[in-house]
C-alpha cells in the first residue's frame, strides 16, 4: 500500500485549469489525466458548470493571503467533499488511501482532491507557496514547489519579463 499523497500533482492540476480552462467537460477529464489521475468518470448533467465551481472557489483560497482565513476557506472545502480515508485498490494504481467518499462524480472527486492536495501542499510547504503571477498583466496561478520556496512567476516567461522590467526600470 502507499498512501495517495494527493499534493503537488491536485495542486498542479487545479492550476492549470485555472489557468487554461477547458472548452468542454471531455477536455477536463483529459487534463485530469494528463496531471496524473487515473479514474474515469461517468458523465452527468452540469458536471462542466460544476467543476468550474470548483475552481472559482479554489481560486479564492489561492487569492486569500492572510494564513487563517486560507485555511478555513480549505475547512470549508474539505467538510463538503472530504470523508474518512479509505483503503482502495482501482485501476492497477496498487492499494492507496482516498480522502474521500466512493462518490464518483468529477465534480466531487476533483473537489476532494484539489481541497486536501492544496491543504497538504500548504502545510508541507508554506500557507505561502500558493499565490499569482506577480509579472503584471499575468494573473496565473503560482504553484511554488521551488526547494527556497521564492516562486514569485508562473513560467520562465514572466520572470524574464519582470527582469527586462526592472532592468530598464533601473537603467531609465
Known amino acids: 500500500m502507499h498512501l495517495n499523497p494527493y499534493g503537488e500533482y491536485a495542486v498542479l492540476l487545479a492550476a492549470s485549469l485555472a489557468d487554461d480552462w477547458p472548452d468542454d467537460r471531455d477536455g477536463i477529464e483529459q487534463r485530469t489525466r494528463e496531471l496524473g489521475m487515473t479514474m474515469r468518470f461517468p458523465e452527468a448533467p452540469g458536471d462542466y458548470e460544476a467543476v468550474r465551481a470548483v475552481i472559482d472557489d479554489w481560486l479564492r483560497i489561492v487569492d486569500e493571503a492572510e494564513p487563517a482565513r486560507r485555511a478555513e476557506l480549505l475547512n470549508a472545502q474539505m467538510a463538503q467533499a472530504a470523508a474518512f480515508p479509505r483503503l482502495t485498490d482501482h485501476d492497477a494504481e496498487g492499494w492507496h488511501l482516498h480522502y474521500r467518499d466512493d462518490v ?24 505561502t507557496r500558493l499565490g499569482r503571477c506577480q509579472a503584471p498583466p499575468c494573473t496565473n496561478v503560482v504553484v511554488d514547489v521551488t526547494r527556497n520556496g521564492r516562486q514569485r512567476f508562473c513560467s520562465v516567461r514572466c520572470a524574464n519579463r519582470a527582469a527586462v522590467r526592472r532592468h530598464r526600470t533601473r537603467a531609465g
Open 104 to 127: 464518483d462524480s468529477l465534480p466531487h472527486v476533483l473537489r476532494a482532491v484539489i481541497s486536501v492536495g492544496t491543504s497538504l501542499h500548504l502545510v508541507t510547504r508554506g500557507m
